[in-house]
């Protein structure tokens, strides 16, 4: 079974919209971290935005929050006020505390527009 | 700033060269890991290194080995390319996962091109 599933290969908005981007994930580890990355046209990854199993308020950076709702494995990003330069390819990842690797979705491609 | 350099952006090797891909981090991280991404397929883990001379299969470990002489640095070995490895390789390390976020820090890639 997949760990990350993210079921929007590609995603428009409209600039100064916010927009949700989708993330399940599965795990029995009942401790887990959530993490959410871009990636540019450029290639380099950026990490975003982290949740962790235990926390229990929706972690916030800036313009982007991670809507965790464990009950549903779900751990959606919002991005607020979207711009320009959010086109970009995001990419949901889980790491279990039981095991050191990083498990990654196939990403979603958002293009925002003027 | 937290580094994790890879030794080059692109590259390009003929069928059945032996490939070094060379990747070092300045975070004095335990866990380094390879990745390769393709397009639909996101990001798939082929070996992953918890510290020196220690290295565990990924998902997509065929047809590559790993190499970690020194902490900082975690080299991807492709014994004999083939054209089924054109993609980009991404590098990675975290230290050990924690409450404070643990997550991984990424080089820029390396585009390689088997012809």
């Known amino acids: 079974a997949q760990k990350i599933t993210q079921t929007q290969p590609g995603m428009f908005v409209q600039e100064k919209e916010a927009v949700t981007l989708d993330c399940t994930y599965d795990t029995s580890d009942p401790s887990y971290g959530l993490f959410w990355y871009k990636q540019p046209s450029s290639g380099e990854m950026i990490f975003l935005i982290y949740q962790g199993s235990y926390d229990q308020q929706n972690a916030t950076e800036g313009r982007y929050s991670l809507n965790f709702q464990k009950a549903r494995k779900s751990a959606n990003l919002v991005i607020s006020a979207s711009q320009l330069g959010d086109s970009a390819m995001y990419f949901c990842a889980m790491r279990e505390v039981t095991g050191n690797q990083f498990y990654f979705g196939t990403g979603t491609s958002l293009t925002v527009i003027p | 700033d937290v580094k994790v350099t890879q030794s080059s952006r692109y590259l390009v090797k003929r069928t059945g060269e032996k490939v070094f891909l060379e990747c070092v981090q300045d975070m004095d991280h335990e866990n380094m890991f390879w990745y390769r991404q393709d397009p639909g397929l996101g990001l798939r883990l082929i070996y992953f290194?918890?510290?020196?001379?220690?290295?565990e299969k990924g998902d997509i470990p065929e047809g590559y080995s790993v190499s970690r002489e020194k902490k900082e640095r975690f080299s991807l070995i492709l014994e004999s390319a083939s054209t089924n490895q054109t993609s980009m390789y991404l590098c990675?390390?975290?230290?050990?996962?924690?409450?404070?976020?643990?997550?991984?820090?990424f080089g820029q890639g390396t585009r390689l091109t088997v012809v």
């Open positions: 990675a390390s975290s230290g050990e996962q924690g409450a404070a976020g643990g997550e991984a820090f």
């Open positions: 290194s918890y510290d020196v001379k220690m290295k």
